[in-house]
């Protein structure tokens, strides 16, 4: 399916894909990325040139039918509120099989063109797995389909990967100041990213 998407999407939004280079080629990965449109998964899944599994909120696999084509397309399912040990065990397993994990650090969708806050639980995953972390930016997704709208619309998008980020513990004790102080660092990159988005 990925070819075909890849093909849609340059077809009808002109994807433009930049740095996919960056993304390492074996080994756990973290992609964090910015978040303004529910087009964004599959937009970066499609300019990723790895196989991505995604987090997605639970209520989504609710949905009949739909629950089982996100699972199938690499989604799993995580709470929105509060602490989800169920969701930190799934991905802490797959980033030890040396998957791909796309991570959107805010935690919920923002507005193009801003940064929110992103959440402790990114910086949590980069130190407890030892993954490489690649910042994403994504522009466009919000003007081809903003909240409350149900078709897409044409527009052109860009998802751009910026350099590879590596953290450590120095094997001190871990704490939710330390996490934060990760999570701020990535969306300093992705925020970077942004800055220089033509």
Request: one cysteine or more; aromatic letters at 6%; proline letters at 7%.
């Amino acid at each position: 399916m990925k070819l075909v998407a890849i093909a849609l999407m340059r077809l009808g939004w002109g994807l433009e894909v930049r740095g996919a280079e960056h993304v390492p080629a074996t080994g756990p990965v973290l992609l964090v990325s910015n978040h303004v449109s529910v087009l964004d998964p599959p937009f970066v899944g499609a300019a990723a040139p790895r196989e991505l599994y995604f987090l997605a909120k639970e209520e989504l696999f609710a949905i009949p039918l739909f629950g089982r084509f996100i699972h199938a397309l690499n989604a799993r399912p995580v709470k929105r509120r509060g602490a989800d040990g169920r969701a930190l065990r799934a991905t802490l397993k797959l980033l030890a099989e040396n998957r791909a994990i796309l991570l959107f650090p805010e935690g919920t969708r923002g507005v193009e063109g801003q940064l929110g806050e992103g959440k402790a639980g990114a910086g949590m995953l980069a130190l407890m797995s030892g993954a490489s972390v690649v910042p994403v930016y994504v522009s466009g997704t919000a003007r081809a389909l903003p909240a409350g709208r149900v078709l897409p619309r044409p527009c052109r998008v860009r998802v751009t990967f910026g350099p590879p980020l590596s953290f450590k513990s120095g094997g001190q004790e871990r704490s939710k100041e330390q996490y934060r102080e990760v999570t701020t660092e990535m969306m300093r990159a992705i925020g970077q990213l942004m800055s220089h988005a033509v």
